[in-house]
């Protein structure tokens, strides 16, 4: 039998997006959440997939590195001359899809199956990563 679990994060962050004609071209920020889901088999010892406290200790410093941070493309000139008031967003510009992209990738690799991870920018807007 296949159990999964899911736990639940949250930061705030600011982004802009250099490449979109739409609102989200204008600096802005979320409160975001994201949901990440692994699964495997209980463990006859422990009655568990994974303790809650292990998944914490593998994205609670990705979440930190995020948390209060303001993304942004790499090759966007508006935030030149900004310095450390920017993180430059390697994977492009920094959508939903591309943040979720990059907990998945960061995240994948652990004794149990990532399944997914979904981030919320807003409580009706998300983007998931699934494994398979």
Not at 28 to 50: A, T
Not at 82 to 110: H, K, M, Q
């Amino acid at each position: 039998m296949k159990v999964s679990i899911t736990r639940e994060y949250t930061w705030e962050m600011g982004h802009a997006l250099k490449n979109h004609a739409g609102k989200c071209f204008q600096p802005h920020g979320h409160n975001y959440r994201l949901e990440v889901e692994v699964s495997g088999p209980i463990d006859d010892r422990s009655n568990m997939v994974w303790d809650f406290a292990d998944l914490d200790i593998l994205v609670n410093p990705i979440v930190r590195e995020l948390d209060h941070q303001f993304l942004v493309h790499p090759d966007d000139a508006r935030f030149e001359g900004f310095g450390d008031g920017c993180l430059r967003w390697v994977r492009g510009d920094p959508t939903a899809e591309s943040i979720a992209a990059y907990f998945f990738d960061a995240l994948t690799g652990w004794e149990v199956t990532l399944e997914r991870v979904t981030v919320y920018e807003t409580d009706k807007a998300s983007a998931t990563v699934r494994g398979s």
